[in-house]
């Protein structure tokens, strides 16, 4: 019987990859996230339209990375909203850290 050596310093596959099973863990996730967000992904786009009613246009690397953070910002606050009533601790946490680093963001541009 063959023995199984680290190659390379990479622990050896103890499985085969399952394609499906990730699938079904996805699906697993999605329902669990699904009950506490809602379809706050459903809800994202009126929230941008109505932070920039005249639309928004990006163009360099800067607009694109800082809209990625808002973004985030963005959707921590809806999934806060959807989930008033159990005040869900770490959308805020996530909500201060992004801020943060647009702030971080913003500043480097700026300097």
Known sequence: M???KKLG???PMSKKPNPALNIKEALKTFEQRG???GNSYNQYGEVMKVLFPNGIELKTIDDFN???LL???VSKLIRYSNQWETKHKDSMHDLGVYSFMLE???DSVRS
């Open 35 to 37: 009950k506490a967000y």
């Open 104 to 106: 971080s963001y913003d």
């Open 9 to 11: 310093g990479k622990k």
């Open 66 to 68: 800082r809209m990625g």
């Open 2 to 4: 063959e023995s199984k």
């Open 71 to 73: 973004n985030m910002i």
